[in-house]
């Protein structure tokens, strides 16, 4: 499986955004890009996904760099709800590919 | 819409012994996936199940057995348990092997 490097921990104010980073420099053609976030007792929910091109939804923004060995999970406006581990996921589309292998994630804090 | 389900929300068991845990997927959803969360961990994939078989397993002992029934619903079983098997158990239901998972609170083991 292919690995995603991700810091330990980030802080943020709460309003302000937030830009999550994984790095996967061993990303093959076929993965895709999966962030989920686990709150606190809670098991983990989708965020959002994406193959190349940058990604929005209701919930945050993803951006995917040009070589793809890199993306940036954005939080536009951080609040005390989003505090949460947020894990950086590779997945293809087919075969073995279908489990989510998660890392230790970033523990995202928001203070007031 | 009711999500994904788990029973018992808490567990304790001593070692040698052996636990049902069980799932109910979310409306829908015919894949049901199982993982491991050990304490400051991310989950770790245990096996997954579509239309009653299991298709795909991690690295986990053949203590860990699973089952799906007709009505997509599944359970976890372990044998022997031993005092590292203690951890919360999430399930996760998905449309398909690939779709996006949706999570359960998951179920929280503790053997003494």
């Known amino acids: 499986d292919a690995k995603t490097t991700q810091p330990n921990s980030m802080e943020s104010n709460e309003e302000e955004p937030v830009h999550l980073p994984c790095n996967h420099s061993?990303?093959?053609?076929?993965?895709?890009i999966h962030w989920y976030r686990q709150l606190p007792s809670q098991g983990p929910e989708y965020v959002i996904h994406g193959l190349t091109s940058n990604v929005n939804n209701r919930m945050a923004s993803l951006a995917i760099a040009e070589d793809r060995k890199s993306s940036t999970l954005i939080l536009h406006r951080a609040t005390l709800r989003d505090a949460a581990v947020y894990y950086c996921i590779l997945r293809g589309n087919t075969g073995t590919a279908s489990k989510l292998t998660f890392g230790t994630g970033t523990r995202l804090q928001v203070t007031l | 819409d009711a999500g994904v389900t788990q029973s018992p929300t808490h567990l304790i068991k001593t070692r040698g012994q052996q636990v049902t845990l069980r799932c109910s997927p979310k409306s829908g959803h015919d894949t049901v996936s199982w993982y491991q969360q050990a304490l400051g961990q991310g989950p770790q994939f245990i096996f997954q199940?579509?239309?009653?078989?299991?298709?795909q397993r991690g690295n986990f002992p053949d203590r860990f057995s699973g089952h799906q029934f007709p009505n997509y619903s599944s359970e976890l079983n372990v044998n022997a348990l031993l005092l590292g098997d203690s951890a919360l158990y999430l399930c996760?239901?998905?449309?398909?092997?690939?779709?996006?998972?949706?999570f359960g609170p998951g179920t929280r083991l503790t053997v003494l």
């Open positions: 061993t990303i093959s053609g076929t993965d895709y």
């Open positions: 996760a239901s998905s449309t398909g092997l690939y779709n996006e998972q949706f």
């Open positions: 199940y579509y239309e009653e078989e299991e298709r």
